[in-house]
């Protein structure tokens, strides 16, 4: 990568627009000598549970600590026994299937809509759910699944729902928002994520009293009175100043969010090549773009010929779960997840994008030139 590269990321200029606010709550924590489950913990959890529309946020050290201690949670309560099997889309970032591996439980793929990429009631209809348990319904690349049909059919068929809004923070439908579908929802506060700490973080959000209680617990040693453990607990809490953080930047999440439609507008207007496949768009609030993920049969030629004019891009994922060394021995083949995988390209996202650099983005992918049409 060259210094005037497009990136596909930039996460320096991301945080330098809140450089002051950052340092100010930086000195609050520092200067307060309480670092872990404090005020700044409080004020985020109720801030973020607010935003969300639900009663509960309980924050944890990631979110693949907030999945898993959500399935944990549901097993204390015996929602769920240890073996259960829980219905998760194949084509996610490897986090989903380990949480539900973590707990004990048992994870089963099931292939997404091939114009979403998300989990869709329509294969849930042609699915055998009878040993089913749970579902865990990941809102992929910033875009809500079909949450009302979804919730409808776990509902009807008595099965747990969770959502994955790692990638999807305030994505909405109706004015409902990403969390306030699920029985429980995990999410994530990396660095990269639309809403992203300075180093990891993450949070469970529910309406449940019984399952925040729970959860309070297990996340802090399975104790909620000090030296007295009720649960087997695990040590993962955000901390006073990642939550500080977090607060600055919450405050500009819908800012940001408003930036990276108007991207994906761009790029949904001006790239106009039959070789590149380009996102399906359900409704416009259900999308926050998180990513922008285009599709090609020749994924990797079109890769290169971006990195030539000057283009960083990446891939998620690259390696579909099944076929990935800790799960070929366990989970199925997917054969449209293994398509999935060699044909999906991430173009660079990032709500500091200067229309120049988009405009740079749009005229690569129009200048690639092959004769294989799109997928
Ligand atoms: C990032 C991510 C996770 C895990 O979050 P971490 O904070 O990295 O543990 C889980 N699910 C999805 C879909 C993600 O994108």
């Not at 340092?23 to 109720?46: C, H, T």
């Not at 008595?158 to 029985?183: C, M, P, V, W």
């Not at 590149?276 to 259900?286: C, S, Y």
């Amino acid at each position: 990568m060259s210094q005037d590269d497009v990136k596909f990321l930039n996460l320096q200029r991301v945080n330098a627009r809140y450089r002051d606010a950052l340092v100010e709550a930086a000195s609050r924590v520092i200067d307060s000598g309480w670092y872990i489950l404090g005020a700044e913990v409080n004020q985020f959890e109720q801030e973020f549970s607010s935003y969300c529309g639900t009663r509960h946020c309980i924050s944890v050290g990631n979110g693949l600590d907030a999945l898993t201690l959500i399935l944990r949670g549901y097993i204390e309560m015996g929602r769920l026994q240890p073996g259960d099997k829980v219905l998760i889309p194949s084509n996610t970032f490897i986090a989903t299937v380990l949480a539900a591996s973590q707990a004990g439980l048992t994870p089963v793929l099931i292939d997404p809509d091939e114009d979403t990429y998300n989990l869709s009631a329509a294969a849930l209809r042609d699915t055998d759910l009878s040993a089913i348990k749970a579902v865990i319904a990941v809102h992929l690349y910033g875009q809500l699944a079909d949450m009302a049909a979804i919730s409808d059919l776990c509902e009807h068929r008595g099965l747990l729902l969770i959502e994955d809004a790692a990638q999807a923070h305030g994505a909405s439908i109706d004015g409902k928002r990403a969390g306030a579908f699920g029985a429980a929802t995990g999410f994530s506060f990396f660095p990269g994520k639309n809403l992203g700490g300075l180093g990891d973080g993450g949070a469970i959000i529910t309406h449940d009293d019984n399952l925040s209680n729970v959860c309070k617990k297990l996340r802090n040693y399975g104790s909620s009175i000090k030296y007295q453990h009720d649960l087997q607990g695990v040590n993962s809490r955000l901390d006073e100043m990642q939550a500080a953080f977090l607060r600055v930047k919450l405050a500009h999440l819908d800012n940001d969010t408003q930036q990276r439609r108007h991207i994906a507008q761009r790029y949904l207007q001006g790239i106009r090549n039959s070789a590149i496949k380009l996102p399906t768009v359900t409704q416009a609030p259900a999308h926050v773009w998180h990513l922008f993920v285009v599709r090609c049969r020749q994924r990797d030629l079109l890769q290169a010929h971006l990195a030539s004019c000057g283009v960083q891009t990446l891939i998620h994922y690259p390696i579909a779960i099944p076929d990935q060394a800790s799960y070929r021995e366990t989970l199925p083949a997917s054969n449209l997840a293994t398509r999935l995988a060699a044909e999906v390209l991430s173009l660079p996202m990032d709500p500091t994008m200067t229309d120049a650099e988009v405009a740079r983005v749009i005229d690569a992918c129009n200048s690639f030139k092959t004769d294989v049409d799109a997928v």
